[in-house]
T-cell receptor, first 116, second 110 residues
């Protein structure tokens, strides 16, 4: 049981390049999330998904796209990277009640992205 | 007003000390709370869930005061390995995502 895994662990991009970050979970969780964390700051929610085939915007969605084609995977895409997107990206997942309420989230180890 | 307010610290304490952090929240709709710890440049990890008035796990005790709208985390017999940032996270009814603040930084010194 690996929990939440993220690929890659590190990446350096040039401005304008694109990339996809992959998050996978093996806990059969319905909900998945993408956050970014800048130095000295808290986590900020980018996008989230409450089930396969569904996505929703979080607090800071601009410049990012996501897809949830399979329940266990949640992809975060940067179409045209900018230096302001230099950050650590964390993926998380949680189970949910039938009411839709979420519960504690479990995080992946993060992806450190630098955009030059 | 922020949903959650925590003293950013740092709290510098010697090994073996008892330290307490408070977290005040503004939305009384929060059903439960989580305490996460985050080590430098690592992912947040769930430390404790608090669904009623409190919870205890070894050296860690969380107490929830709904009337005054705060939750505290008490760490007894601090270890060097307790050095981390502690995040207080409310779980609101009907919300599908948690909101994380910047937390309180603890530095345990030898």
């Amino acid at each position: 049981n690996a929990g939440v895994t993220q690929t890659p662990k590190f990446r350096v991009l040039k401005t304008g390049q694109s990339m996809t970050l992959l998050c996978a979970q093996d806990m059969n969780h319905e909900y998945m999330y993408w956050y970014r964390q800048d130095p000295g700051m808290g986590l900020r929610l980018i996008h989230y998904s409450v089930g396969e085939g569904t996505t929703a915007k979080g607090e800071v969605p601009d410049g990012y796209n996501v897809s949830r084609l399979k329940k266990q995977n949640f992809l975060l895409g940067l179409e045209s990277a900018a230096p302001s997107q230099t950050s650590v990206y964390f993926c998380a997942s949680s189970y949910s009640e039938t009411s839709g309420a979420s519960h504690e989230q479990y995080f992946g180890p993060g992806t450190r992205l630098t955009v030059t | 007003r922020k949903e959650v307010e925590q003293d950013p610290g740092p709290f510098n304490v010697p090994e073996g000390a008892t330290v307490a952090f408070n977290c005040t929240y503004s939305n009384s709709a929060s059903q439960s709370f989580f305490w996460y710890r985050q080590d430098c440049r690592k992912e947040p990890k769930l430390l404790m869930s608090v669904y009623s008035s409190g919870n205890e796990d070894g050296r860690f005790t969380a107490q929830l005061n709904r009337a005054s709208q705060y939750i505290s985390l008490l760490i007894r017999d601090s270890k060097l390995s307790d050095s981390a940032t502690y995040l207080c996270v409310p779980d609101y009814t009907g919300r599908r995502a948690l909101t994380f603040g910047s937390g309180t930084r603890l530095q345990v010194q030898p």
